[in-house]
């Protein structure tokens, strides 16, 4: 059955499109999905893992000339970015998981993207090959040496057909600039340099230089133990080569301008949300912490997640949001359990739509909030099993905190803390979101 794209409120009608990924309960911690990012066309999605893969999946020519248009895409590429490593002088394992993957923009018929774990940062190229070259001189086509006196005529070689090959191959490995974990890659929009950032420290890279990084900012304190907060996300501004912004777990939002200092210690902006003392509570640095800080893509506003709620920053205002949106309210009630069980600490992530109209970011249960600036309406969706069917039109989902509970609605003490969507990535133009649940990737379209 088909739908029109939107209900009668002028909300997207969202539907199933595809899920990748085993759907059998047993799940390996190598399996679960780390991070998700779309390229910049949206033709190609890569997925990182904690066993350090990365999966490439490719949009369906078919789907996408298709009327109505769906959001199919087949596995395209999947290679081993990362290995586990053991750092011998601090006695710590260093683990293969993905933090991070972002994409460069196409210059040629490769692809190039950047993959990190905690320590090192890679640069990959996916090529395609489709023809090889036969009739050599030197070599038989089994790859050994001929006998030069057997060599009696001289052949032209040729280039013949054969069956596409995918090839990932690390271009360059950018390794030994960080002590803590590096929780955030961004590149540039002049396409030559790249951020990485980790707790304490921002390091701003050339993608042709390996052997050195210059550091732009370091608020690690001359005594650690005057440490007072930590920097969770930064980014590059999309368009000005030269700002960048990063959040902290004290809740603030820094906007450096490289051109006015090379160490941005001073940030030009600072952006922060006075507290509401009525809301004052042991665990309110806790959750005013930031887990994720994404400029829109008009590079007008930004979007910060903590972990109750989204806000919209305008970028020429710094004392308070322009908008707030609660993702689960509801918790509130609940921090005491989730410091205990560690849910508090959950790192969730957030993205814009392609228009910078809606704002997409996870919750628990498997659920994921979509929120349409323009309406101001949410959606509470789940990516669950029951609906992999294609065109299943998504049913918006309740969460009730009351002793009475509807027929359609989920009470909060039945949720589950262990099904937790931290990772989504909403497609560069049009409604196409993907969504990782543990170890599945969720592909949603609107419904057309």
Not at 329 to 355: A, H, P, T, V
Request: hydrophobic share 35%; proline share 4%.
């Amino acid at each position: 059955m088909d739908c029109v794209e939107t209900s009668s409120n002028g909300d997207i009608q969202w539907c199933f499109s595809q899920v990748k990924g085993t759907l059998e309960d047993d799940v390996t911690e190598a399996d679960i999905i780390s991070c998700v990012e779309f390229n910049h066309d949206g033709d190609l999605l890569a997925t990182g893992d904690k066993g350090g893969r990365v999966v490439i999946f490719q949009r369906d020519p078919v789907s996408k000339n298709s009327i109505p248009r769906r959001g199919e895409y087949n596995v395209y590429s999947t290679f081993q970015s990362h290995e586990p490593e053991f750092d011998y002088l601090k006695s710590l394992e260093i683990e293969e998981k993905i933090n991070k993957i972002r994409w460069l923009k196409r210059k040629n018929p490769a692809h190039f993207l950047l993959s990190t774990n905690d320590k090192t940062i890679k640069l990959w190229k996916v090529s395609e090959r489709d023809k090889r070259v036969e009739g050599y001189n030197t070599k038989e086509e089994n790859g050994t040496i001929r006998d030069p006196a057997c060599i009696t005529s001289l052949r032209v070689p040729t280039i013949k057909p054969m069956e596409l090959m995918v090839e990932a191959s690390p271009r360059r490995i950018f390794a030994n600039a960080h002590t803590y974990h590096i929780n955030s890659i961004s590149v540039n929009s002049d396409q030559e340099t790249y951020l990485s950032a980790d707790d304490l420290r921002i390091n701003l890279w050339h993608l042709e230089i390996t052997d050195q990084s210059f550091n732009i900012v370091d608020i690690k304190p001359t005594n650690m133990e005057e440490l007072t907060e930590v920097i969770t996300a930064a980014e590059f501004h999309p368009a000005e080569c030269n700002v960048l912004v990063y959040s902290s777990s004290k809740g603030t939002i820094r906007l450096c301008d490289m051109r006015s200092a090379a160490l941005c210690d001073q940030h030009s902006k600072l952006f922060e949300e006075p507290e509401d003392p009525t809301n004052r509570s042991f665990f309110s640095e806790i959750i005013s912490s930031i887990s994720d800080v994404k400029l829109s893509n008009s590079g007008t506003y930004m979007i910060s997640r903590d972990y109750l709620s989204v806000k919209v920053w305008d970028l020429r205002m710094e004392t308070k949001p322009i908008e707030c949106y609660p993702v689960h309210e509801y918790l509130r009630s609940k921090l005491c359990s989730l410091y205990e069980n560690d849910c508090i600490f959950d790192k969730f992530e957030c993205c814009w739509s392609g228009n910078d109209s809606a704002i997409m970011t996870g919750s628990y249960n498997n659920f994921f909030r979509v929120f349409d600036r323009t309406t101001k309406r949410d959606l509470t969706l789940e990516a669950a099993r029951d609906i992999a069917k294609p065109k299943t039109l998504l049913k918006p989902r309740k969460v009730c905190t009351g002793g009475k509970r509807k027929k359609d609605e989920i009470s909060v003490d039945c949720l589950d803390f262990n099904k937790k969507i931290l990772h989504t990535a909403w497609h560069p133009s049009e409604n196409v979101v993907a969504v990782a649940a543990t170890n599945n990737l969720f592909l949603f379209q609107d419904k057309l």
